[in-house]
């Protein structure tokens, strides 16, 4: 998967197909061994008005991301100050437009890397917990939706018009991995979850890199900051002073990229600060924050990106990179 967010609208071809570590491209590369046969991206206008609202806009695909034409025309004549982008190797659910990543509800925009380990174990206990009107609205059957459907249903009111506060987000993002641990464990399930969730409400930014345990890693996820991302050949870009997140790198310069450490979460403000927070529960112990670090936040007024790949199965623990630039006067992606 992947997040961009930045203060100036990005074409989306710049992030999507241009690149050629683009993460499109990053399926077709056999040394990754990634498996990609759906295709979706969300972006929010740069300008919303009362006639377009201020709900993203989603295009889905079944066919192979790096054979869709109308993908390919659609991200050379589209800019977009927020997009996600997800390339789906399912774990769960079938093949179908309906499975596609991200959701949408109103204003905010939810998509999932990694998997929910027996999920079929505890689907029950997850449909019983919603309300009729989260319920109905979903029309998938993989883990991710429901997953949504669970984090909608922390949020006192998931449709409102106006903007959520992003703590507000964390906070329910962060009891949404809280009570999938705890029917989990209620259900006896010993394998490990992967929880890298990234969700916006086209103003603020969340996601997290998170595993429900102490002895596997989570799903990976990089950043970079800087002040612009920026072809410097072609099929070749990097971040000039900029700010980026993905699981696995977009540009071939390593130098771009940083780790975001295991059992944290991060947000991007309204103000294009990113800000990461440990997430402190039984799966993370004394050990692991010493050896990754502590709470702690970055000015990215620039622009900022995140990525992530795709897992199929609850033994994978790599994902594409996501990217966020830095830049007093531009824009910022995770």
Request: aromatic share 8%; hydrophobic share 35%; glycine share 6%.
């Amino acid at each position: 998967m992947l997040l961009y967010k930045g203060r100036r609208p990005i074409q989306l071809a710049h992030l999507l197909t241009k690149p050629a570590h683009s993460i499109i491209n990053q399926y077709t590369d056999p040394r990754l061994r990634l498996d990609g046969r759906q295709r979706v991206n969300g972006w929010y206008e740069s300008e919303p008005d009362q006639e377009t609202g201020a709900a993203p806009c989603i295009f889905t695909s079944v066919t192979p991301a790096w054979n869709n034409m109308n993908l390919i025309r659609l991200a050379e004549k589209i800019k977009s100050p927020l997009v996600f982008a997800h390339v789906r190797a399912s774990c769960a659910g079938s093949v179908s437009e309906s499975n596609c990543h991200p959701w949408q509800y109103g204003r905010l925009m939810f998509m999932h890397n990694g998997c929910i380990a027996d999920f079929h174990l505890i689907k029950r206990k997850v449909q019983e917990s919603l309300s009729d009107e989260i319920f109905l609205s979903v029309n998938g059957n993989t883990d991710s939706e429901w997953a949504f459907a669970v984090f909608l249903s922390q949020l006192e009111k998931g449709n409102q018009s106006e903007p959520f506060c992003h703590s507000i987000l964390r906070e329910a993002l962060l009891k949404t991995i809280e009570k999938l641990n705890r029917w989990s464990k209620d259900a006896g399930i010993s394998e490990p979850s992967y929880m890298n969730f990234a969700v916006t409400d086209g103003i603020s930014v969340v996601c997290t890199r998170y595993v429900n345990s102490k002895h596997h890693e989570a799903v990976s996820m990089y950043y970079s900051s800087g002040t612009r991302f920026e072809c410097y050949k072609p099929g070749h870009y990097k971040m000039v002073k900029a700010a980026k997140r993905e699981d696995m790198p977009l540009t071939f310069e390593e130098s771009d990229w940083l780790p975001i450490p295991t059992n944290t979460a991060v947000v991007i403000t309204p103000r294009m600060n990113l800000l990461m927070y440990p997430i402190v529960d039984e799966h993370h112990g004394p050990e692991m924050a010493e050896k990754e670090g502590r709470e702690g936040s970055v000015d990215i007024r620039g622009g900022s990106m995140v990525g992530g790949g795709s897992t199929t199965g609850s033994s994978s623990t790599s994902s594409l990179p996501m990217m966020i630039p830095k830049d007093r006067s531009s824009s910022k992606a995770i």
